[in-house]
């Protein structure tokens, strides 16, 4: 009998078009676990704010990453990875994409695996660090769409993968064609979140940012928390590429908003690198693992202009993994 495979990312629009990243950001910032905010407050930010001052600007940005053939590169990536591993775990399993928000939806996906009466799933969610608004979403929503069924299979949720040695090598190898000992800094740019979802992951409520660096040594204590596992992440692959801890940074990008986020601001240290006289500088963003907006445009786009404009001369992304073969036989090995 076979096997369902689910494999979940983010979302994209449908197209680049204004109103389809319309619908877009108003499915993803009206998730409670992303903008964790009374619900009245939520809707009036986002429906009345954010989204309709948001989503002009951002169609321009996806139209500049949006490949005519391909469409979306985070959907383009995330398929091939699809197909990749289909391949490599053969007819057993029925290997089917989804994205958190819009399209192809879970509901969809999830709806393939009842027509064909697949009664065990295992949910890969695409994010190698833990966090509510990625991870803990996705594992809400399969639940709410399965707790409708009449029949509910077995389904079995993968955690987080953010210190597998797969992953790191994956990583490792991606920057290695660059040679990182030639350049004078390097970056680890994580996606932000509020500081306060950090502290609503604490259950203890007696570790979470309650002194300076908190999150750089990885304990059983924050071994949930998203800045934790990315410090590690981190860690973890400096280490591989014999980085000395001088000359690497952990930093957190695309916050939204004036309450505080995960400090220090890519933004930020990008700035101060440059002031510092650095010429050259590498970017790796470990939180993704397929290129999108925020590393196609955020990073080598928007801030490279800022590095050059500060006084650098080269800062140079390192891909995500995409189609990478080392990330395929890990999806492999947690599917099985």
Known sequence: MKKGILLINLGTPNSPSVQDVRHYLDEFLMDERVIDINPILRALLVKCVIVPFRAPASAKLYQQIWNTKTGSPLLHHSKLQQQLLKIALGDDY??????????????????????????NIKII??????????????????????????????????????????????????????????????????????????????????????????????????????????????????AELNIPADKY???????????????PYTSDIIGKLAKAGKKHIMVFC?????????????????????????????????????SSPLFIELLKEMAV
């Not at 908190?214 to 949930?224: A, D, L, V």
């Open 249 to 263: 940074t952990v930093c957190f990008q695309s916050r939204l908003g004036k309450t505080p986020w995960i400090e």
């Open 125 to 238: 969610p695409l994010f190698p660090q833990y966090a509510s608004a990625t991870i803990g979403s996705v594992y809400q929503k399969v639940m709410d769409v399965v707790s409708g069924w009449q029949t509910i299979p077995q389904i079995d949720f993968a955690g987080s993968f953010h210190d597998h040695p797969l992953f790191i090598t994956a990583l490792a190898q991606n920057g290695k064609k660059y040679q990182p000992e030639t350049y004078d800094h390097v970056l680890f740019s994580f996606h932000g979140l509020p500081q306060r979802q950090l502290k609503k992951c604490d259950n203890s409520g007696s570790h979470c940012l309650k002194k300076a660096r908190c999150c750089e040594i990885f304990t059983q204590k924050n071994s949930m928390c998203y800045s934790a596992q990315s410090y590690h992440t981190a860690k973890l692959i400096a």
């Open 286 to 322: 470990p939180a993704f693992v397929a290129d999108c907006l925020e590393t196609i445009h955020e990073i080598g786009h928007e801030y490279r202009e800022a590095f050059i404009a500060g006084g650098g001369e080269q800062l140079q992304l390192v891909e995500s993994l995409n």
């Open 94 to 119: 029925l290997v089917e994409l989804a994205m958190r928000y819009q399209n192809p939806s879970i509901e969809m996906a999830l709806k393939k695996f009842q027509d064909n009466n697949i009664n």
